[in-house]
């Protein structure tokens, strides 16, 4: 082979509002949770959906920004960038992994897929996309669920 490709599109809404954090050397690291749902009926004729998933982290600030200013819970978006498994050890000395989609310096974007975005102006018909420009670094573990956050 070649060469190798690691690149994942979803389209899906926000479950909860982005959270944002500031990484050992200053610079602003968000993550947020994307669902995305598939419906189908059964071969009885029931309606049936399932609901994956998705843990995003996004250490570009330009993409930050427009994350702290547009995207809350519910949000609809588009989004792009690589997938990636972390592995650690918890506080309780178990060997933990985290697999998510991140977007990092170049190769990565969003794309706001609701109309409702205030302040777009005619933007919010096409969506918004930014190349991001950062590169990532790690901070302290997420005390809430245990997994560390970026």
């Not at 944002?20 to 995305?36: I, K, M, N, Q, Y």
């Not at 969003?110 to 919010?124: F, N, V, Y």
Request: glycine share 10%; net charge negative; no cysteine.
């Amino acid at each position: 082979m070649a060469g190798s490709l690691n690149k994942v599109v979803l389209i899906g809404n926000v479950g909860k509002d982005p959270e944002v954090r500031a990484s050992h050397d200053g610079r602003e690291v968000a993550s947020f949770s994307l669902a995305t749902s598939e419906s189908w009926k059964d071969k009885n004729g029931e309606k049936r959906e399932k609901t994956e998933w998705h843990r995003v982290v996004v250490f570009s600030q330009g993409l930050v920004n427009l994350l702290k200013s547009y995207v809350q819970k519910g949000s609809k978006l588009y989004v792009e960038g690589s997938l990636q498994t972390r592995e650690w050890t918890d506080q309780t000395g178990m060997k933990r992994h985290s697999t998510e989609v991140v977007l990092q310096q170049y190769s990565g974007s969003i794309i706001l897929l609701d109309a409702k975005a205030p302040g777009l102006g005619a933007q919010k018909e096409r969506g918004y996309s930014q190349q991001i420009d950062t590169t990532a670094k790690h901070i302290e573990e997420d005390e809430e669920d245990g997994i560390p956050p970026f």
